[in-house]
Every structure is written in C-alpha cells, then in structure tokens.
C-alpha cells in the first residue's frame, strides 16, 4: 500500500478512535501505538514540555532518554523553533542526543496546545537512513492536530 494511502486510513483510524477521548496522555498513548505497528519503526513516542524541558511520555519501542533541555538535540530544536525537523542521517545532526545508537534518521513534529504553543512533541526514529520525506512530515503534523 502506498505511503499516502496508509497515512490516510490511520488518520481515518485515529479520529474515530481518539474521538471523545479529553486525557491527552491518553490519546499520545494510543497514536504511538498505532503509528509504531503500523510503520514498523524503531522508536514511537511522545516528549512533552514541562517547564524549560520536555520530559518522556508515551511511547512504544527502547529505553529513551528522560529529560532533553530546550533548545537540545532534535525534539529540543523541533521545539524551539516551532516547526518539524526531518533528519535524514542523525550523525549528520549537530548536538543531536543519542538515545540509542540504533537510531539512525528521526522526524520531530511539535504538538500545539489550544493556544498555539507546543505543549509536546511527536519523535519518530528509524533504525535506517533517510526513511523520513516531506509526505511523513505533513501527514504527521496532520495527525498530531488530532489530539
């Protein structure tokens, strides 16, 4: 199935599964879920922000990293800046922060709160080079406005 056509069925999968649901912790739980079995990826989860860093939430795959300054690595930068970051090579990323050495690419997507803040961030990381593209990252900041 095209990447596309997959993206869509999950986007029709998670709106009606996340419908109702106000817990957002809760509804991160279930996305990286859904989006860890569906794609296969290495690493699945969600950081959110609490004060000048963001801390681990939920998340399917390895062991990650529990706290990632502002600013820092690729989910502090994403954060930062206010936008996604798609890294095709993260060796190739300055100051990225290396959770697991098996980690080779890595698309962020921040998740704004009802005030246009990003209240957390959406990391996605491949055990391959380059699996992230332009068509991940608008279909995942797509899904991301659903919780």
């Known amino acids: ?63 990650a990293c ?19 970051v798609v890294v095709p090579d993260v060796e190739q990323f300055p100051g990225h922060i290396a959770c697991s050495a098996a980690s080779r690419s890595e698309i962020v997507v921040p998740v704004p709160g009802p005030d246009g803040k990003v209240v957390a961030v959406l990391d996605i990381d491949s055990d391959r080079l380059a699996t992230f593209d332009e068509e991940d990252r608008q279909w995942l900041e797509k899904l991301v406005r659903l919780l």
């Open 66 to 84: 529990m706290h990632i300054p502002f600013g820092k690595g690729v989910c502090g930068t994403a954060w930062a800046r206010g936008e996604s």
């Open 1 to 63: 199935m095209p990447k596309s056509s997959q993206y869509d069925l999950l986007y029709r999968q998670l709106s009606a599964l996340l419908e109702g649901e106000t817990d957002p912790v809760a509804k991160m739980a279930n996305m990286a879920a859904v989006l860890h079995e569906a794609f296969g990826f290495w690493w699945t989860g969600f950081y959110r922000v609490a004060g000048e860093e963001l801390i681990l939430g939920p998340f399917q795959g390895p062991v």
